[in-house]
């Protein structure tokens, strides 16, 4: 099995409640399910439950709370030499509204740069190692 590394960021990246990505086997393809309902054509008459309940066919993709944005975003603070800029951001990530205000004081303090550069890192290590777990060869750039 064969999977380009960008569909699985991609993925990753997009997850939320209502979104749930599987790998399908058969294709080598990242299927989306959008609220319950598979969002395009490549296998016609899928349901959600019917992939997730088909280990032999399908794969799912880490969903939104196994990838565990807010340690990725603690591993960022604690990779700041800037006691200051640290601080701040650990000061934001306190309470409803972390993830917003924790991105509007990366933006404040110009660390954009730098943690997209984290952020993207983190995911391609999530990603990486739920290939090499699932036996799926990634393929990282399309040539």
Sequence with gaps: MIVYLR???DALDAATDSTVFVFSKKSERVLLFFE????DELEKNLTLEDALNDSDSYIPLPREYEIHEYQIMENFVNC????DEARELLNSMHGKGAFRRFKEKVSLLSLEDRWYNHREEAYEKIAVEWCVKN???VIKYVE
């Design 7 to 9: 569909d699985v960021l």
């Design 80 to 83: 700041l030499e800037d006691e």
């Design 135 to 137: 036996g799926i060869k």
């Design 36 to 39: 319950g309902s598979l969002a």
